[in-house]
């Protein structure tokens, strides 16, 4: 009855234009019933400087990057209403630390239609400093460049952007007589990062820089939009550590899409209203990309006016897509559409190549010159450099050495300890891709080396645990070994390297190898785990690595957090975020006589023996003098409490105590007998 209404009203109109002679056009009503519809947010977050597509057809996976991203919006029926980033975007992958997000932000900006409307910043987007991120979205030859939102940063340089408002136009058409009403709904857009991300970023990098409370900012800016603003759909970007305990504490936000835990998220969450919080989260490095469908009910009241109209969203009905590269490669595959979806990745290829070209022209740029080969693997070539860097790269190159040459994994760690002033150093294998050759040493030798966009972090922890990971990771470290060596064995009976390493199986956790600096260690390979590290003396000051002191570690991101392998790391504690592992080597490599000072900081690896003859010729012992005595003490005493001394007394002293126990029983059973 409701939908027959506005048809009887065009009737009885025609009819009276009949009558007085008046013109009717047919081609505007306005609808009794409820108008349904939705706000389209296409969405991306933690692509940590990926850029460019491409598909691994026998694994089924990819990057989507921007011409793939470019290739989902044009497959839309119709356009998405925005286009948002929840944050780490301009940090990660070298293409983008090169020239510090800029690279990625004319991305952003140019690369398809009028580009992204709005990100939020990641706590790794920091990293080139607070005033060049405020203004990262300058970079780009466009007339409406993407809007940096954080509404929880104050600044003494600038002011932040908390939201930007879009009034979407919309049409709404009757099916059956094609008459027409045309309505508006107005979007805003908040983002924030979590403030507690914010206490890790290096002080020096956020100078001048605060964070309030991120749910309190959005709650206050969202409360302005609709009722300053007049928006009908709130819409929230953030970077939280956890993205549904966020958006439970947010109120009058309809949808939250969310970064930083790099995960695949699509979950309603109650608000502090009470109301649902459509929440989404599209995985990382641009893996996925993210489609939500956010639905409202347009309510006319009957009425030709719109200032009685009502509009009601249920995000919680929505609907969330998520596409991933196989999607692109599959459009790029169609029959019928797959050349003008060729043409879309084409034309963003085009806008990537001088991108691409800088990029190159700067990792041809000699960064300085190494008088030694730190190879990754047995030669330049790198032969063995998977296997190596957890094997032999931590024992005696030949029989009979007792001290090993720097390696790539000191490199790597010293150029930790230059950036941080850390104590300690770690690396695992796993994230050692290349190594440097005598020679110049260029900043594409650095990226292979480091490839994965990981940023160095500083942590602190006790002496103990950080023994106890070492004397683990040594643990790792020779099961691999006796991998290796049946392998090179197979190997050398004629059968293939891959055959090889399917009958000897490497550990699952092989790459946690862990490459060490800021000591000076002795290990002791004939021992078992617990008992190989004889001696560790830091660097520093030459002081002993102290069980009960606590110390400051520089580490990658990823390996710290791996406390399956590595239980002891659950008791760190985080402190500073730094740059990216590869900026960490440019910087030290750049530097005069950057290898002697590499080396004073990494430090050294030795070999020897913790035990002592364990067959001694029994013979008197002397009573030792009080000074002797008391010196024999401390040395027990440093090794019951933990502390790293040279082992064997207890052996020796329990031989002696069974030869007197032995003499002892002979002259009772001699004198027993003369008895009888």
């Known amino acids: 009855m409701r939908r027959l209404l506005p048809r009887l009203a065009l009737t009885a109109a025609l009819l009276a234009g009949v009558l007085i002679g008046a013109p009717v056009y047919a081609t505007a009503a306005t609808p009794s019933q409820v108008i349904d519809g939705a706000v389209t947010v296409m969405h991306t977050n933690d692509i940590h400087g990926s850029y460019k597509y491409s598909y691994n057809a026998s694994k089924g996976t990819g990057t989507i990057g921007f011409d793939g991203l470019a290739v989902l ?27 510090e997000g800029k690279s990625i932000a004319e ?19 920091w990293s080139y400093g607070a005033d060049k991120l405020r203004t990262m979205a300058g970079n780009g030859a466009t007339s409406t460049p993407f809007a940096m939102l954080c509404a929880n940063a104050t600044s003494s340089n600038g002011v932040w952007s908390s939201s930007i408002t879009k009034t979407l136009n919309r049409t709404w058409k009757d099916s059956e007589d094609s008459s027409t009403f045309d309505y508006k709904i107005k979007v805003g857009v908040v983002g924030a990062m979590d403030e507690s991300l914010g206490s890790s970023l290096r002080a020096d990098l956020v100078a001048g820089t605060s964070f309030s409370g991120a749910a309190d900012a959005i709650n206050a800016e969202a409360k302005r939009l609709r009722e ?12 939280a550590l956890n993205a549904k305990a966020f958006a439970a504490q947010l109120n009058g936000v309809d949808a939250l899409v969310a970064g930083h835990e790099h995960i695949n998220l699509d979950e309603n969450v109650t608000g502090a209203d009470g109301k649902p919080v459509r929440v989404v989260e599209a995985g990382s490095a641009f893996a996925e990309v993210g489609l939500l469908s956010i639905p409202y009910e347009y309510d006319t009241k009957g009425t030709e006016t719109t200032n009685d109209d009502i509009v009601t969203v249920s995000a919680s009905d929505g609907a969330e897509t998520l596409y991933a590269a196989k999607d692109v490669n599959d459009l790029l595959a169609d029959p019928d559409k797959g050349a003008f979806y060729q043409n879309q990745l084409d034309e963003v290829r085009n806008k990537i190549k001088p991108l691409d070209d800088a990029f190159e022209s700067e990792s041809n740029k000699v960064l300085g010159t190494s008088a ?61 891709r290349g190594g440097i050759a005598a020679g110049d040493v260029t900043a594409g030798n650095v990226i292979a080396i480091s490839p994965y966009g990981n940023t160095v972090e500083t942590w602190t922890m006790s002496g103990a645990d950080f023994l106890a990971a070492l004397e683990h990771s040594l643990q790792i470290s020779d099961d691999c070994n006796d991998s290796y060596e049946l392998q090179q064995a197979y190997v050398a009976a004629g059968h293939t390297e891959q055959e090889a390493q399917d009958k000897y199986k490497w550990r699952d956790d092989s790459g946690s190898v862990l490459s060490f600096g800021g000591i000076n260690v002795t290990i002791d390979w004939t021992q078992s785990e617990g008992k190989r590290i004889v001696s560790a003396t830091l660097t520093k000051d030459d002081s002993t690595l102290d069980p009960a002191k606590t110390y400051t570690v520089a580490t990658n ?60 010729t029994p013979a008197p012992t002397p009573k030792p ?43 009772l059973g001699i004198i027993w007998k003369r008895r009888r």
């Open 73 to 99: 919006y044009s497959a839309q029926n119709n356009a998405p209403d925005f286009l948002l980033d929840a944050g780490d975007t301009f940090h990660g992958q070298s293409f983008a630390t090169m020239s």
């Open 372 to 432: 030694t080969d730190y190879f990754y693997g047995e030669d330049a070539a790198g032969t063995h450099g998977w296997e190596m860097v957890r094997t032999t790269d931590l024992r005696p190159s030949k029989a009979g050495d007792t001290a090993k040459a720097q390696t790539i994994g000191h490199v790597i760690c010293g150029s930790y300890l230059n950036l941080t002033g850390a104590d300690l150093a770690i690396e695992n294998a796993g994230g050692i």
């Open 107 to 125: 991305l952003m900006n140019t690369f398809y239609a009028n580009g992204y409307d709005a990100t939020t910043p990641g706590n790794h987007d």
């Open 557 to 616: 991101n990823y390996i710290i957090t791996n406390t399956t392998d590595f239980p002891t790391f659950a008791n760190a504690t985080k402190h500073t975020e730094w740059g990216t592992c590869e900026a960490a080597l440019r910087a030290l490599i750049g530097q005069n006589g950057w290898e002697s000072k590499m080396a004073s900081l990494a430090g050294a690896i030795s070999f020897g023996s913790a035990a002592v003859d364990p067959t001694p």
């Open 228 to 239: 300053d603003e007049g928006c009908n759909v709130i819409v929230c970007i953030a970077h």
């Open 625 to 667: 003098s009080p000074k002797t005595d008391t010196t024999t003490t401390k040395v027990i005493a440093k090794k019951t409490t933990g502390k790293l001394a040279a082992t064997g007394d207890r052996a020796l002293a329990a031989v002696g105590a069974c030869l007197i126990a032995g003499i002892v029983i002979i002259i």
